[in-house]
Structure formats: C-alpha cells, structure tokens
C-alpha cells in the first residue's frame, strides 16, 4: 500500500479539515488540544499540517505544528491510525514536520503528547528528551460571580511599566516579549486586576471556537496569599458566560504551586501533556 505525504498551510481548507475532524473522533482520547485544531482554520494563525492518505483517499496519519506565541516558536504533535503504526509513518509525519519548521525559520521547537509510554517511547526514538510536562485544566462559566468591593477587573490601557514589572517579578523577563505579542495582537486581551487602583493580577484571554483560555496569569508576588488569584479566575469563569463559551482553559506546569488555587477556583484536570526538545538543544 502506498502513503503520500503533504504540507499544507493554516488556514487549512475544509476538506482537510473534515478529514482530520473525522480522523479525531477515531479515538478515545482527545488529542484536538495538542494538535491545534483551534487554529486550523484561523487566517491569523502561523502554522501548518502534515498529512498522510493512503491510496483510497483515508486519512492514516495527521501532524500539525504551530507558532502559538507568534515568536517563531513552534509547537507539534503527531498522530497515527493504529493500523499504520508499525510502517514507520510517525517518523515520516515528523520529517514533515521538521521540514516545515525548516521553510519557516522556526527558532525553536517543542514536541507535544499526551502523556503515555507509547508518546515517551517514540519521541525518544527521535532523539527528543523529556523537557517538562504541564496539565490542561478547564472549567465550565460561572453565570454570577461579585468581585470584592475594593477590585476591578478591567483592560489593560497602557500601563505597561506597572505591567511589565508584575509579570517580570512573577516570572522572569523572558515573558516581556510574550506580553508584547499578545498587546499587539488583536485575537488577545490582556486583563488586569487592581486593587484600589494599584495593579496586582494580569492575565491574557484568547477565544478559540467554544473555548477560552487564560494564558499569561500571575499575581504579583508581594501580593500572592490574599485570595486575588482566585478572585481573578473565577472572573475568568464568569467572562466565559458572559461571551458564550463552553469551558475555560489553561494549562499549569505540574510543579506549579499554584496547583491548589485552581482546584479552589473550580479548574479539575483534563489531561497532562508532554513536552519534549531534540536532545542537542535541551542540553
């Protein structure tokens, strides 16, 4: 049986996407999340797919790849049909991949899986080491939710200094250039939590489909303690309702402390994801 592979560029077109859709709902577990199918048919998304059809027009194998934070840093995750894993063709979908990371000037690389011995195993084979892992959380929307008296949640509007310096003490400075992209991008929001005028949470919102994520969250470290993370995450929950979505999403490193705070703000754990690099860069 011959396979023929192929590239193609987000936004995909929508016989790919009905194919990989139907491909999707082969399997039990959900790989959607890590292989981006928010993002196919998003014109504003930098990304591409990798596809794999077998002589009578079946979908065997699907890759995508994606630059999530718009700084040539991408994202990939490789899925195949069980009838086709002994053919070689995850490693086959994966040059695709690397390839296409190639053509876009990718400065750096992160592979994605759900977490199982299978996922382990098969990156290993291409020489990725196990970088770190995080957990997908959702929520469903809060229909009401009265923030204390003395916060606000509102947009950000310019204070940039006071922003830059709560998410540089919650992180470090390397989110500087993630919080420039998400400013200027008009498919985020940056929201900002004061109280008494004095800024103390930030976190960007992204709509993908039914879903929204919260990204970029962090609570002044002088400030952490006193319930605002909380406060500020199950007005995430209820912004959902407001616009219309199904869940909120969000993804926490699984050493996080912060762990604790998200259960409390009604978050359960969905899934925990895998993130590998090529051996020679995570040394």
């Known amino acids: 049986?011959?396979?023929?592979?192929?590239?193609?560029?987000?936004?995909?077109?929508?016989?790919?996407?009905?194919?990989?859709?139907?491909?999707?709902?082969?399997?039990?577990?959900?790989?959607?999340?890590?292989?981006?199918?928010?993002?196919?048919?998003?014109?504003?998304?930098?990304?591409?797919?990798?596809?794999?059809?077998?002589?009578?027009?079946?979908?065997?194998?699907?890759?995508?790849?994606?630059?999530?934070?718009?700084?040539?840093?991408?994202e990939w995750s490789v899925l195949?049909?069980?009838?086709?894993?002994?053919?070689?063709?995850?490693?086959?979908?994966?040059?695709?991949?690397?390839?296409?990371?190639?053509?876009?000037?990718?400065?750096?690389?992160?592979?994605?899986?759900?977490?199982?011995?299978?996922?382990?195993?098969?990156?290993?084979?291409?020489?990725?080491?196990?970088?770190?892992?995080?957990?997908?959380?959702?929520?469903?929307?809060?229909?009401?939710?009265?923030?204390?008296?003395?916060?606000e949640v509102r947009s950000y509007n310019g204070e940039r200094e006071e922003l830059d310096a709560l998410l540089e003490a919650a992180f470090d400075e390397g989110i500087l250039s993630v919080i420039s992209h998400n400013i200027e991008s008009p498919d985020r929001n940056v929201w900002v939590?004061?109280?008494?005028?004095?800024?103390?949470?930030?976190?960007?919102?992204?709509?993908?489909?039914?879903d929204l994520w919260v990204t970029a969250f962090a609570v002044d470290p002088k400030q952490q303690g006193k319930g605002y993370g909380k406060a500020f995450l199950l007005w995430c929950r209820h912004h959902a309702f407001a616009v219309g979505k199904r869940q909120v999403l969000l993804d926490v490193e699984t050493e996080n402390d912060a762990l604790k705070v998200y259960g409390k703000s009604g978050f359960h754990a969905v899934d925990t994801v895998a993130y590998w690099k090529k051996a020679a860069e995570a040394a």
């Open 80 to 151: 195949v049909h069980t009838d086709y894993r002994r053919m070689s063709l995850g490693t086959a979908l994966a040059e695709g991949i690397e390839h296409g990371h190639s053509q876009r000037q990718a400065e750096s690389v992160l592979a994605a899986s759900i977490e199982t011995p299978e996922a382990a195993q098969f990156l290993e084979s291409l020489s990725y080491r196990l970088d770190f892992k995080e957990i997908l959380m959702a929520a469903e929307p809060m229909e009401e939710m009265a923030l204390p008296k003395d916060l």
């Open 1 to 74: 049986m011959n396979i023929s592979l192929s590239i193609e560029s987000f936004p995909l077109d929508g016989k790919t996407v009905q194919d990989a859709s139907d491909f999707l709902a082969l399997f039990q577990t959900d790989y959607s999340q890590v292989l981006h199918r928010p993002l196919w048919q998003n014109p504003e998304a930098r990304g591409f797919a990798v596809l794999a059809y077998t002589d009578d027009g079946k979908l065997a194998g699907f890759a995508s790849s994606a630059d999530i934070v718009g700084l040539h840093h991408y």
């Open 193 to 210: 939590m004061a109280r008494d005028g004095k800024m103390v949470a930030a976190a960007t919102l992204l709509e993908e489909g039914a």
